[in-house]
C-alpha cells in the first residue's frame, strides 16, 4: 500500500516568512494530493490540491509543487500570517483499482507562526 | 451546504460500554470515510465505503469495532466494548466518489472525542 512520509514534524517561522513543508509517497499509481489544515478543535480543511499531470499550483499565498519522478510534492506558503498556525497535512490517493479514493494521508506538521 | 454532521462533539464513557458515534454525509455524497486520530498513530482510515457499502475495513482495529451505512444519509461507527486505549478523536468525511474522477475531495466533519475511563 501507499506511504507518506512527510517533514519536518514542527515549523515555526516570524510572521512575513515562507514555510515549506515536504512530502514523499511510495506509490506511483497514485495521482491527486491534497493538503489539509487542521485547526485546534476542528476536523482537516482541505487547502489546496494537484493532480499528477500537473508541476505546480498556484491559490494566493499558497501553492503546490510535484515531481512525480522524485515522488514527491512539497506545499509553499509565502508572507506567512498568525492564522496560518495550524497542523498541516500532504496526502496522496490513486483512483485505480480496489483502493479508489483512499487518501493515505502523512504525519503532519504543527505551524506556529510567531507575530 | 451544512457540511459533514456528527454526533456527539464529544463522548465520556467507562471501560466495557457500548459507544455509537453518528455522521450525516453532505447531501449527493457517495463515498463516506471513518477515520481516527491520536498523537501516537496520527490519522487513521478504519473504513470507508461507496454507495452505501463498505469497500475497505482493513483499518478497524479489531472485532470490537464495526460500521454500518443503512442509508446514503446515515452511517454509525460502534465500539463494543470500549476500553481506554480506544480514546481519540473519530472524523467522518465524505466525498462524490467516482463521480468526482481524479479529484475527489473528501470534507471533514468537527470530529467526536471520544475518552474511555
Known amino acids: 500500500g501507499e506511504n507518506v512520509e512527510q517533514h519536518p514534524s514542527t515549523l515555526s517561522v516570524q510572521e512575513g516568512d515562507s514555510a515549506v513543508i515536504k512530502c514523499t509517497y511510495s506509490?506511483?499509481?497514485?495521482?491527486?494530493f491534497p493538503w489539509y489544515k487542521q485547526e485546534l478543535g476542528k476536523g482537516p480543511q482541505l487547502i489546496i490540491d494537484?493532480?499528477?499531470?500537473?508541476g505546480e499550483k498556484k491559490d494566493q499565498r499558497i501553492a503546490v509543487t510535484l515531481n512525480k519522478t522524485a515522488k514527491h510534492f512539497s506545499l509553499h506558503i509565502t508572507e506567512t500570517q498568525p492564522e496560518d498556525s495550524a497542523v498541516y497535512f500532504c496526502?496522496?490517493?490513486?483512483?485505480?483499482?480496489?483502493?479508489?479514493?483512499?487518501?493515505?494521508f502523512g504525519q503532519g506538521t504543527i505551524l506556529t507562526v510567531h507575530p | 451546504d451544512a457540511g459533514v454532521i456528527q454526533s456527539p462533539r464529544h463522548e465520556v464513557t467507562e471501560m466495557g460500554q457500548e459507544v455509537t458515534l453518528r455522521c450525516k454525509p453532505i447531501?449527493?455524497?457517495?463515498?463516506l470515510f471513518w477515520y481516527r486520530q491520536t498523537m501516537m498513530r496520527g490519522l487513521e482510515l478504519l473504513i470507508y465505503?461507496?454507495?452505501?457499502?463498505?469497500?475497505?475495513d482493513s483499518g478497524m482495529p479489531e472485532d470490537r469495532f464495526s460500521a454500518k451505512m443503512p442509508n446514503a444519509s446515515f452511517s454509525t461507527l460502534k465500539i463494543q466494548p470500549s476500553e481506554p486505549r480506544d480514546s481519540a478523536v473519530y472524523f467522518c468525511?465524505?466525498?462524490?466518489?467516482?463521480?468526482?474522477?481524479?479529484?475527489?475531495?473528501?470534507?471533514f466533519g468537527p470530529g467526536t472525542r471520544l475518552t474511555v475511563l
Open positions: 468525511a465524505s466525498s462524490l466518489g467516482r463521480l468526482a474522477g481524479v479529484r475527489d475531495t473528501q470534507y
Open positions: 506509490d506511483s499509481a497514485s495521482n491527486y
Open positions: 494537484i493532480r499528477s499531470n500537473v
Open positions: 496526502a496522496a490517493s490513486s483512483t485505480g483499482g480496489t483502493s479508489y479514493g483512499k487518501l493515505t
Open positions: 447531501s449527493g455524497h457517495n463515498s
Open positions: 465505503f461507496n454507495n452505501n457499502v463498505p469497500i475497505d
